[in-house]
């Protein structure tokens, strides 16, 4: 966990420093996703919010960072209670836009914390749509999770949702701009 909180300040302070020209923006918003596979079978529905930061590229490119927590609704399987499934994760990506659409690709880590911890390496394409300050992600998250602790012994956590990101503010602005 050490080497992905410098990971993540190291990349955050690059945006930072190459900032000088272009605009880093953040913003947060509400998560509602639905867990599908086996993953699916064991949890229901999820809640959360995330905090994003994007960071233009070129006129049609950004690259974003993604953190976030989630919580699922516990399912029973044959009489048997699963808990909350708790899960905090880290993404980052880059969009390709066409005018206010955009389609996404993001990989990151993501813990499931309930009666056993898994975690794993997340693969996140996404589409959405930039609308004023708010950003609609559909977003199909897979992670291939340690353990194998799922119904039929699978570690494999897909995810299928929706965030409304609303854009806060701009961190540096600048009036050169693509």
Same mark, same amino acid.
């Given at each position: 966990?050490?080497?992905? $909180? ?10 930072? &420093? ?31 919010? =995330? ?29 048997? $209670? ?12 880059? *969009? ?6 955009? &389609? ?25 749509? *930039? ?22 012994? $699978? ?17 540096? =602005? ?5």
């Amino acid at each position: 966990m050490k080497k992905l $909180s410098l990971i993540i300040c190291s990349i955050f302070f690059v945006f930072i &420093v190459n900032a000088q020209t272009k605009i880093l923006s953040y913003g947060i918003g509400p998560v509602a996703s639905f867990p599908v596979g086996d993953f699916g079978n064991a949890a229901g529905v999820g809640f959360g919010g =995330e905090i994003h930061v994007d960071y233009p590229l070129t006129k049609h490119f950004e690259a974003f960072g993604q953190g976030g927590f989630q919580s699922f609704i516990g399912k029973s399987i044959a009489g048997v $209670s699963n808990s909350t499934v708790s899960a905090p994760s880290f993404i980052f990506g880059t *969009r390709y836009y066409i005018n206010n659409f955009h &389609v996404g690709l993001g990989i990151g880590y993501t813990s499931f914390i309930r009666k056993y911890d898994e975690d794993g390496v997340s693969l996140s394409p996404q589409v959405g749509i *930039r609308i004023s300050n708010f950003n609609l992600i559909a977003h199909y998250t897979l992670t291939n999770a340690s353990g194998g602790n799922l119904p039929g012994g $699978s570690n494999h956590y897909n995810i299928i949702g929706l965030k409304l990101i609303y854009k806060l503010s701009n961190i540096f =602005e600048n009036s050169k701009m693509y």
